[in-house]
């Protein structure tokens, strides 16, 4: 989302009236410091202008792999084939799904904006970098404070330029990654900034090769990890205050841009896809919830869910809970089997927003109630981010896929994996995997007798790593490991 949505959102904590007086210029990612762009959207996207679909949006279909390949010519369905209903309700104390392993449980967190190198450049035996490659030549990655001057660019065409064909060397070429030669998007954290998730990272596996599935920003990237897919899209909606939710919910002419078919030909549809996602194709054994946040004092809780018509316009929108909920279900004995722990305040590591120190804290107290409860024991946590933000990353993404070989829709640039299980392998993970990797897993580990591919070519999870050699279903199970959240953090 743009810097000003995201500052209007903490006025909104001293006062709620503060929400009629704000401003609302978008600050445009590509304009750097101080720039203004009205027609830019949130974190870089699209704005809300232009026509809108009127509708629903369809996917398009596309090839999974590769180039754009064929167009189903229609809205994707997203009734699915499984042996139950993405509807399945309640959920047993062990979530009542049979995985024929000794998992039972997956929580997905996913946290806004940092690339692998910026969070683990300097980790051992990962393959990190300390030193950014440049059009001019390499620079020496300085240290990133904890909480931003400003946000940096981090839209598809500014991604393109970082990309540079994959040299990975087109960084300097975007408007605010350096000011006054300061040259923030080369900056990186330390362990020392981010103790907690370095311990999580030596305890347990971490993932030096997992890449976005799009150059681009929190609306696709969202979006993959609860479908595979984003229709495409290869920003992000624009955002007024009276419509804060991305998605069906947005107001009538709002558009998001895509990719049609996963051609060259961009579109600018509503955000509203009609596209399968995980629930879809979910055995009914196995219960999800979205657990996310409200913006402090906002009724609805935003989730990439929103955008995805099967969800927010049925029954399964009730599984869209507050993420404040997140403990009590962990303590009371009632989480799902599946659960994507989102948050969008404070607490989302994104830049010029709140800390990573805050960031990780929030991160801390709930994996802390769930390693010290009941769960642990049969409990897979996935904790990865939504997009690059701006950030740098030296290794190129493997595959390029959608528009054409010059300007793919992605892969795109390496986001942290920290994957903690009782059955994980520990240590350095370097195979090659994606966003789509993770509703793979999920689908994988439930027994879904489909993948989101199966109805929707667009979806990337049949090409995509499945993860499950990550684990060792068979070794003596991992200790939890209760961190201690730092009691100060710094400005």
């Not at 997203?78 to 799904?97: F, H, L, Q, V």
Request: glycine share 12%; net charge negative; with cysteine.
């Amino acid at each position: 989302m743009s810097t000003s949505f995201r500052t209007l959102r903490v006025t909104t904590t001293l006062s709620l009236l503060a929400l009629a007086a704000a401003a609302f210029a978008p600050t445009a990612c590509g304009g750097g410091s101080g720039d203004t762009n009205a027609a830019s959207g949130p974190d870089g996207g699209s704005s809300s202008g232009g026509s809108s679909s009127g509708g629903t949006s369809s996917s398009g279909s596309g090839s999974g792999s590769g180039g754009a390949g064929s167009s189903s010519g229609a809205a994707s369905s997203s009734s699915g084939g499984s042996s139950g209903s993405a509807g399945s309700s309640g959920g047993t104390d062990d979530g009542g799904a049979v995985t024929g392993t000794p998992i039972k449980h997956v929580v997905v967190i996913v946290k806004e904006n940092h690339t692998f190198d910026n969070y683990f450049g300097s980790f051992p035996g990962a393959e990190g970098t300390t030193q950014c490659k440049t059009s001019g030549g390499m620079v020496a990655a300085p240290h990133a404070p904890n909480s931003t001057p400003r946000d940096m660019c981090h839209e598809h065409s500014c991604a393109l330029s970082d990309w540079n064909g994959g040299a990975m060397d087109g960084w300097l070429s975007v408007s605010g990654a350096s000011t006054n030669n300061d040259n923030l998007f080369c900056a990186q954290y330390q362990e020392a900034d981010l103790p907690n998730y370095w311990a999580y990272a030596k305890k347990y596996a971490l993932g030096d090769h997992f890449f976005a599935n799009v150059l681009g920003p929190s609306f696709p990237g969202h979006t993959f990890v609860l479908a595979a897919q984003a229709g495409w899209a290869t920003g992000n909606p624009g955002t007024d205050i009276t419509h804060p939710f991305w998605g069906c919910d947005q107001s009538a002419g709002t558009t998001v841009s895509i990719l049609a078919n996963g051609t060259c030909a961009a579109q600018s549809v509503a955000p509203c896809f009609k596209i399968p996602s995980v629930p879809t194709l979910l055995p009914g054994s196995a219960d999800w919830k979205f657990y996310g946040s409200n913006f402090y004092v906002f009724p609805e809780i935003w989730s990439m869910f929103d955008a995805i018509d099967e969800v927010r316009n049925g029954p399964l929108w009730s599984k869209v809970v507050n993420a404040s909920t997140f403990d009590s279900d962990v303590s009371g004995g009632t989480l799902p089997a599946v659960t994507w722990l989102v948050d969008q305040d404070l607490a989302d590591e994104h830049p010029n927003v709140g800390g990573v120190c805050q960031g990780e804290n929030w991160t801390v107290g709930h994996v802390n109630a769930l390693m010290q409860s009941k769960y642990w024991k049969d409990t897979v946590i996935i904790f990865t981010m939504d997009d690059f933000g701006g950030w740098y990353d030296h290794v190129a993404p493997p595959r390029q896929y959608g528009c054409d070989a010059q300007n793919p829709y992605g892969l795109g640039f390496r986001l942290p994996l920290i994957v903690m299980s009782p059955y994980v392998k520990p240590g350095v993970y370097s195979k090659v995997a994606e966003q789509a990797s993770i509703p793979a897993f999920i689908l994988k580990l439930f027994k879904s007798t489909k993948m989101l591919g199966d109805v929707d070519p667009a979806a990337q999870d049949k090409q995509a790593n499945d993860l499950m050699d990550m684990f060792d279903w068979n070794q003596a199970p991992l200790d939890p490991l209760v961190v201690q959240p730092r009691a100060s953090c710094p400005p």
